[in-house]
């Protein structure tokens, strides 16, 4: 018998039926797991504030209102859709800064070549590892002489100096991978470091730029903290500052505006997952991102 | 337009890691002049230096008389044609060949002139809007050399250009760059680790091994003239056949297997206790007849059966292993035992220290 080949006449075998129902149950069963407090809270929107904590499991609404939208949406001293604003803009302006500043700066420590390189991409990095509490306090008093307090300078401006490490190392990891060549030949043609980096690195980099700017919009977004300590006007508020409003520890809490305008905050989330889905497997997959 | 080209002293380190160590080479204008050798002998590193891709440790580069060391590559005249192609994916065809003149601040009309002839020439005008990942890799050879030619450069330097290609193409482009070299008439500079490509391209070549110039001379001085065993060795397909031998004073020749090879030109007495190699090619060794002296008998354990040629290797008494070429279709088979002859003129003897005698 040649010692490359099976004398076999056996297939692949395949799966018992019942393995297979109890495989798909059990993943139903985890899916609906983590899926329930979404329906939960659909469910909570759209019942009647008493029935929330009635005492009842079901996710079906006895009765359907959608009175917990309208309120939440117009019942405050500024409407939702004035958060809504705010939170796009904000989180469209941090998208565009961190894209910008970050890529730049990982193209310096990726493609160029200067003194130190090493030591500061090293201190980059360092910063990763320091927790938001350690720098909060030194930067509310730095923003606080600037007079930046209750606006969104804070909030925004830092995104432009590439103050997230964690974008630029993402950008680093990609642009390593093109290839060295293509700079050289650009040097020979003629290219300064910037003409490199603008014409031939980021027209290469459509994946990782998307990657950067849509988990730049989505935790821009989901940020709470940041606009807490900054913004106290409310006219500036973020939909997550929004959202908290509902929420009152001395007296009752708005339960069903809270659930229903906490819905309508995941729309454009769930939105950008929709539709760039592919473009994040793609970057995450390039650059071997893992979060 | 013709470039002179001058290495002197050329050094180059990483670190404390010196990978070329003092190369003085002197490259006419309007020469081929290849770069051969193994891998991680310094070839590319020697040509990036002259492209201005890597900074010189020490030494001089001067190109037409003036030193270039610290011009930056797009003002030293240079086009460069890369192993990877290096073509930018994100622009088409008409845009890669155009990108360097417009760098370069050339009017739209002349830069569509220049494409147009160069594309023309190199017959790629009907794809100037394709990219380049919708190219096949000789078309995308093609507009790598059309890239470079269009900028009407002093010096075209190409770094192992056809090793992603497949052995036909690369036969094919090899007859395109020469025939090219001989219209365009610049200075080329051309690396490679193939000697095949190296003797049927150059007009010099020089062999680099571990960041030395080991010899520089036309394919034909390095084929009949090797000055080291290295280059005997590295040049010349299939390899030439290096055995062990002695002088035997009595029968005032050498001694290999049982025969004794006598070469006309005297030794001196240091060279005849010494060690040598004797160096054969396999195409000069022959099979039988009266012609030249006898070698050896050799034992026969593989026969290549090319077409126009037959590639034997065979054994020698002493064990040693030796390659023999002869035209045609031989019918040598394999077991059988083939007296082995050679012209002494065609052989070469190297000492110890790998260096050839002179003369012999």
């Not at chain 2, 062999?207 to 084929?223: A, F, H, I, K």
């Not at chain 2, 040693?320 to 031989?330: E, F, H, R, V, W």
């Amino acid at each position: 018998m040649n010692r490359w080949r099976s004398n076999s006449a056996e297939g692949i075998r395949e799966r018992p039926f019942w393995r297979s129902i109890v495989t798909h149950g059990a993943l139903i069963a985890a899916s609906l797991g983590m899926v329930y407090p979404i329906l939960w809270m659909i469910a909570g929107s759209l019942r009647p504030q008493e029935e929330i904590f009635g005492g009842t499991t079901s996710i079906i609404p006895s009765q359907v209102t959608i009175e917990a939208y309208r309120d939440g949406w117009f019942g405050l001293q500024v409407s939702f859709g004035r958060f809504f604003a705010n939170s796009l803009a904000i989180s469209v302006l941090s998208s565009i800064g961190n894209v910008v500043a970050a890529s730049a700066v990982a193209f310096a420590f990726a493609k160029l070549k200067f003194f130190g390189r090493d030591f500061w991409f090293a201190l980059m990095l360092g910063t990763l590892m320091l927790p938001y509490e350690v720098t909060l306090i030194p930067q509310y008093v730095l923003f606080q002489r600037l007079g930046w307090v209750n606006t969104w300078l804070p909030l925004v401006v830092p995104k432009f100096l590439a103050v997230d490490a964690f974008f630029i190392f993402l950008i680093v990891q990609f642009f390593r991978q093109l290839p060295r060549e293509l700079d050289e030949a650009a040097q020979i043609d003629g290219c300064s470091a910037w003409g490199i980096y603008w014409r031939i690195i980021l027209p290469l980099s459509g994946p990782v730029l998307a990657t950067a700017a849509i988990f730049s919009f989505i935790w821009t977004w989901e940020d709470f903290f940041g606009p807490l300590i900054y913004v106290s006007d409310m006219k500036l508020y973020t939909v997550q500052l929004g959202l908290s409003t509902f929420v009152d520890s001395s007296g009752t809490s708005s339960w069903s505006e809270l659930f229903a305008m906490s819905i309508l905050s995941l729309v454009p989330v769930f939105l950008i997952f929709l539709f760039f889905q592919r473009t994040l497997i793609e970057g995450i997959a390039t650059t071997g991102m893992k979060r | 337009m013709s470039t002179s080209v001058e290495l002197h002293g050329i050094v180059k380190r990483f670190g404390a890691h010196e990978v070329i160590r003092g190369v003085d080479l002197s490259i006419e204008p309007g020469a081929f002049t290849v770069f051969v050798g193994p891998s991680g002998c310094g070839k590319s590193t020697l040509l990036r230096m002259i492209a201005g891709l890597e900074p010189i440790s020490d030494g001089d580069l001067i190109i037409d008389g003036e030193r270039m060391n610290d011009v930056a590559p797009s003002r030293r005249s240079i086009a460069m044609v890369f192993q990877s192609y290096a073509l930018y994916p994100h622009l088409t065809v008409y845009r890669n060949l155009a990108f360097g003149l417009e760098m370069a601040g050339y009017k739209r009309p002349e830069i569509d002139l220049r494409v147009q002839r160069v594309a023309s020439a190199l017959r790629i005008d009907s794809l100037l809007k394709r990219r380049p990942k919708a190219l096949s890799g000789g078309q995308r050879q093609r507009v790598a050399i059309g890239r470079a030619i269009v900028r009407d450069p002093k010096i075209f330097l190409l770094d192992e250009p056809l090793s992603n290609l497949d052995a036909e193409l690369r036969v094919q482009m090899r007859v395109e760059i020469s025939k090219l070299h001989q219209e365009l008439g610049n200075t080329m500079i051309y690396v490679t680790h193939d000697q095949v490509e190296a003797m049927t391209m150059a007009s010099k070549i020089v062999v680099l091994r571990d960041g030395n110039v080991v010899q520089v001379g036309t394919p034909l001085e390095l084929y009949n003239r090797p000055r080291d065993i290295f280059v005997a060795g590295f040049i010349g397909s299939p390899r030439m056949n290096l055995v062990p031998v002695r002088f035997t004073p009595g029968a005032d020749g050498f001694r290999f297997a049982g025969e004794t090879v006598r070469f006309e030109s005297p030794l001196s007495e240091v060279e005849r206790e010494a060690p040598l190699s004797l160096g054969v090619r396999p195409e000069h060794i022959m099979i039988g007849g009266e012609a030249g002296q006898p070698l050896c008998q050799a034992r026969v354990h593989l026969v290549e059966h090319l077409g126009g040629a037959t590639v034997i290797y065979a054994t020698a008494p002493d064990g040693n292993n030796l390659t023999i070429a002869t035209p045609g279709q031989s019918d040598v088979h394999q077991g059988d035992l083939v007296p082995l002859r050679v012209h002494p003129a065609l052989c070469h003897l190297f000492r110890e220290n790998g260096t050839a005698l002179p003369g012999i």
